[in-house]
């Protein structure tokens, strides 16, 4: 293990142990100190102190040696009782700020280190970081969501979003990352000189073990195979196949030039929704309800019915219940 990474976590574990000392010593000196002096010296006319909040109003200032000086100790045991609360509360109230510096220190530590807890909720986990990773970032950066970032190692000019040290194959690393909470996780293939297959086996048992951990979660995953597709069907929601949809692309653009300058165009605008569809277009047809859209501006691609998405169709059969996706004019 590396050395200074050794040292971070025994920094950690001093840090948290010794914050709670501090914080109960801290209280035990002041409940001390408040009560003490009240009883030293109500019964002292001269003095300033005759109810517990003028003592407990003393104590503060003595302890954050701020010393206003409005509320006079007079009697010889009240001021020996109060040297005494000045060193021991000085000392305590130090101890307890340099607890809640290294407990900072320690959150940063943590956060540029990958090895803390996510706390989002709701979020969603991009696993193993790559280009494909760089450019999902940069077109959901301004979405407003939660990005937690799982990776075995750090990853540099990304501090906006949540970043964990680990293995998308470690239970314990994915759990660090909240996938308990999540309601989305990205499994990005690796960018190694390896076999396809071999890598493909990974990001499946990968999402195998998601799967066991979050079975409502939406499991998303890159495969670098065709052939794998039958074996990540079972585990995984969508599966995207790299390089396949750029190879339709190509082939696209001999049948009709410009269709993937055209579809790139489509899907960089954001013109493309989805909505529910409305109670009161679920008695009627799919041919009405198209004809009703396309009055609103709105060109219906498609359906989602049970999860899955079938294309728009133009018949006289009941639409029924789910969602619809369209491109807004």
């Not at 801290?26 to 001390?32: D, G, H, N, P, W």
Request: charged residues 25%; contains cysteine.
């Amino acid at each position: 293990m590396n050395p200074f990474f050794l040292f971070f976590k025994k920094f950690r574990k001093y840090s948290r142990n010794h914050i709670i000392k501090a914080s109960i010593l801290s209280v035990a000196v002041i409940i001390y100190s408040v009560f003490s002096e009240f009883y030293i010296e109500n019964p002292v006319p001269s003095s300033g102190i005759h109810n517990l909040f003028t003592s407990l109003w003393w104590t503060m200032q003595t302890i954050t040696t701020v010393g206003y000086g409005d509320t006079p100790v007079y009697g010889l045991l009240g001021r020996t009782n109060g040297m005494v609360i000045m060193v021991v509360g000085i000392g305590s109230l130090g101890y307890l700020t340099a607890g809640i510096t290294s407990m900072l220190i320690d959150i940063r530590l943590s956060s540029k280190l990958g090895d803390r807890m996510a706390t989002e909720k709701k979020h969603i986990i991009l696993c193993n970081y790559n280009e494909s990773t760089k450019k999902v970032l940069d077109k959901i950066k301004n979405d407003g969501i939660d990005i937690v970032i799982l990776n075995e190692n750090e990853v540099k000019g990304d501090n906006e979003y949540t970043f964990v040290k680990g293995s998308f194959l470690r239970e314990n690393d994915l759990i660090k990352a909240g996938i308990k909470k999540a309601s989305s996780v990205i499994i990005f293939s690796r960018e190694e000189d390896r076999d396809q297959m071999a890598m493909d086996a990974e990001t499946i048992l990968s999402a195998m073990i998601i799967r066991k951990l979050n079975p409502r979660i939406r499991i998303i995953g890159e495969i670098l195979n065709p052939d794998s597709r039958i074996h990540a069907s079972g585990f995984m929601d969508d599966i995207v196949i790299k390089g396949d949809v750029s190879s339709m692309l190509i082939y696209s653009s001999i049948m009709i030039p410009g269709i993937p300058q055209f579809i790139n165009e489509l899907l960089a605008g954001n013109n493309i929704g989805e909505e529910d569809i409305d109670e009161s277009y679920i008695n009627k047809t799919y041919r009405e309800f198209v004809s009703a859209m396309e009055k609103d501006d709105k060109i219906v691609l498609g359906f989602r019915k049970d999860d899955k998405i079938v294309l728009r169709k133009i018949s006289d059969e009941k639409i029924g219940s789910g969602s619809y996706i369209f491109i807004k004019n």
